[in-house]
């Protein structure tokens, strides 16, 4: 599922985010990679959703959420 | 990939010799301590400067310690960076000035690369970078006790392992572990360790990752709410944040004015005073030369001094917003309205930065990566409400609304914020027609108590920054108006012995003024003052001050006459009418310094759009704010 589709307070793990070169570049940047453990604690306003990455907080708007894909850890 | 040592970088490193002082850069991620390290190292011996051919804001400042080679280093604080291969053209710098002598012809002979240990992985894919350019690198492992609140950390010893680099835990606002990073800067400078990486972007990836999980770092050990996630819910909340963001502005702005206010006059009035007597003293005679240090030049300089602790609150303040964790969840919220108006989330920062001063604002446009963007925004920059503006409000505020001056001040700030949003929706329009901006993703930091001793380190860097590159213009500006001033264009006199409704200056004035007849104050002192007010709005305060004492000594305080001025002006309604001049000084074209920026990035077409729109604005706001203003 999409980040954006994703329950609140769920441990998740990101599966991949986007092939667009930018949009990744950005998000490989600030820890959002493939295997990463993140977790989503506040549903912003238009679709955003602010989430946990290890002890981090990361904001992201509702396209960062629809470049971002995630599976709950079983 | 390999992970292991490499051997010293040799050519920059053959630098460090007892011939030249060795040059340490800081290099790491925004938020993550390095800059209050910095603040910390250096102490007050540091300067901001422009990185050469850009106008990127770096600082520069000496680190002095009895363990470094010849008791002190020359250290650079790089800015805040996440991506330096891909990311916004002052993070590529940090790339540019490792691998280029960009800083006086030297190449740094060692980086103190911070490692934040709330966030390990993004600390760890910029050292990646930082290590596919062989750059011999010192860890200085910052936010461990934040970190260690959370139940999570980084162990120091197996960072070391996993990067072949020595490791320093520091606390940058305690001081603990900097005698520690002093020896192993000194060790590293002489037996330089280099980590390294394979080529590429997935590479560096790679061993960030592997190097994170490794670490076992960036999991939370608790499953607890921390308090400042209970927190985020609030301010992140539209309906909660945007009123609270709107009262800690105003709050602010109050603190400011408050404490302002008297240091302002006080510094006023022993300059004035004490100061300018004893200038004419020493000058004796009362020539025309005497008049023009003592009113020409030291009154200018009197006027940027008492500039300097509004300046160093202003920064203060912004600087506790910004280090105390609040602007980025400010910024956040409101990214909302932002993205209504059509721009990037990111376009925050240049307007908020804005309100501090608009020429850092127009550098930080670099932070957007579409030029459509930077456009727009640059276009918005001067209708906030910069700094330079607040003594003029301040002055009109206290005069005509004593008791409300504040919330007076607070009104044009809002006004400000208004137009901004209101130009936006026009650029969504017109400039951003068909713009699609890149997906928004901004980092939390961590809440943390502000330490003062390092911010006021910072403030009183950038007030000697404004001291003299502001200062400068102000004190020139300043002499070619007594210049204009003392030179006769009617009657019979001598130069400088030109009573200054006969002076050139006030010629130009009487010829423009009745064009603000319709706002209230068809007089050419006003016009004097916002005329000189698109040098540099500090001077407009001084223009008005320079006016009456030339025109008429025994004025006395320059808020009398200046409630005289507009009540004769405006037909009574001096209140109406000062309301708005504020409203003017608040809307139209900055200062010169913006112009030329405006100028350099976008040409000169769109400096005088700018300007034009700004000047077209800010008169048709004069013009309603006193017709309805005298109907009240």
Redesign the interface.
């Known amino acids: 599922m999409m980040l954006a589709d994703a329950p609140m307070g769920v441990a998740l793990t990101v599966l991949s985010v986007t092939n667009e070169e930018?949009?990744r570049?950005?998000?490989?940047?600030?820890?959002?990679?493939p295997?990463?453990?993140i977790e989503v604690?506040?549903r912003?306003?238009?679709g955003?959703r602010?989430i946990?990455?290890?002890?981090?907080?990361?904001?992201?708007?509702a396209?960062?959420c629809a470049?971002i894909e995630v599976d709950a850890v079983a | 990939m390999k992970d292991c040592c490499e051997e010293p970088r040799e050519s920059a490193n053959a630098a460090v010799t007892a011939t030249s002082t060795p040059l340490v850069v800081l290099a790491g991620n925004p938020n993550s301590g390095k800059s209050t390290l910095f603040n910390r190292l250096t102490g007050s011996r540091q300067r901001v400067i422009n990185a050469p051919r850009t106008t990127v804001e770096l600082a520069l400042g000496t680190w002095r310690d009895t363990s470094l080679p010849g008791t002190s280093v020359r250290l650079v604080d790089l800015p805040g960076a996440y991506d330096i291969v891909n990311g916004s053209p002052d993070e590529t710098l940090t790339g540019e000035v490792l691998a280029s002598e960009r800083l006086d012809g030297q190449l740094p002979d060692l980086a103190v690369v911070t490692i934040d240990a709330t966030a390990p992985g993004r600390s760890l894919y910029l050292l990646a970078q930082l290590a596919q350019r062989s750059m011999p690198a010192v860890l200085a492992v910052t936010m461990a006790d934040v970190a260690a609140s959370r139940g999570t950390g980084v162990d120091p010893a197996l960072l070391a392992e996993l990067t072949s680099l020595p490791v320093t835990v520091v606390d940058p606002r305690t001081g603990a572990g900097l005698d520690a990073l002093a020896a192993q800067v000194a060790r590293s400078l002489t037996r330089p360790a280099s980590l390294s990486v394979d080529a590429g972007e997935e590479a560096a990836l790679e061993w960030a990752h592997a190097t994170t999980v490794a670490l076992g770092a960036g999991k939370s050990a608790t499953r607890r709410i921390p308090w400042s996630d209970k927190a985020d819910r609030a301010l992140l909340h539209p309906w909660v944040g945007i009123p609270l963001f709107m009262a800690v502005l105003w709050a602010t702005f109050q603190l400011i004015t408050w404490v302002a206010a008297p240091l302002i006059a006080g510094i006023d009035a022993v300059w004035q005073g004490p100061v300018l007597r004893g200038a004419r003293w020493l000058i004796p005679g009362d020539g025309w030369w005497q008049s023009a240090v003592v009113d020409g030049v030291l009154s200018g300089v009197g006027t940027v001094l008492s500039f300097v602790p509004l300046m160093m609150l202003a920064f203060l303040a912004f600087a506790v917003l910004e280090d105390s964790g609040y602007l980025a969840r400010a910024s956040f919220v409101a990214d909302k309205a932002l993205r209504l108006i059509g721009l990037d989330g990111r376009a925050v920062l240049p307007l908020i930065l804005g309100y501090g001063c608009n020429l850092p604002a127009l550098a930080a446009l670099k932070v957007l990566p579409d030029a459509r963007q930077r456009l727009a925004t640059a276009l918005l920059i001067p209708f906030t409400s910069c700094t330079a503006r607040l003594p003029v409000y301040l002055l009109l505020a206290a005069a005509f609304f004593p008791g409300q001056a504040g919330t007076a001040v607070f009104c044009l700030y809002l006004l400000s914020a208004v137009v901004v949003i209101a130009a936006g929706l026009v650029a969504k329009r017109t400039v951003l027609r068909g713009s699609s901006s890149a997906m928004t993703l901004t980092v939390l930091p961590s809440f943390q108590r502000p330490h003062l001793r390092s911010l006021g380190s910072s403030a009183l860097t950038r007030s000697k920054a404004f001291v003299t590159q502001a200062g400068t213009v102000i004190v020139v500006a300043l002499a070619a108006m007594w210049v204009f001033a003392a030179i006769p264009v009617q009657g019979n006199h001598d130069f400088a012995q030109v009573p200054v409704q006969d002076s050139a200056y006030a010629a130009g004035a009487k010829a423009a003024a009745p064009l603000f007849a319709p706002a209230g104050f068809d007089d050419w002192r006003a016009t004097s003052a916002l005329t000189t007010g698109l040098v540099a709005k500090e001077l407009v305060v001084a223009a008005f001050a320079q006016s009456y004492a030339l025109d008429d000594a025994s004025t006395g305080r320059i808020s009398d006459a200046l409630v005289t001025t507009f009540d004769s002006s405006s037909g009574g309604h001096g209140s109406a009418a000062a309301a708005a001049f504020l409203v003017f000084v608040a809307l139209y074209s900055p200062c010169v310094a913006t112009m030329g920026e405006l100028r350099r990035q976008f040409g000169w077409r769109w400096m005088a759009t700018s300007v034009g729109l700004g000047i077209a604005l800010a008169y048709a706001a004069a013009v309603a704010t006193f017709t309805v203003g005298r109907l009240l």
């Open positions: 930018a949009p570049r950005q998000l490989v940047a600030h820890g959002v990679w295997g990463a453990s604690f506040h912003a306003a238009f955003g602010v946990r990455l290890g002890t981090d907080r990361l904001a992201l708007d396209r960062a470049r």
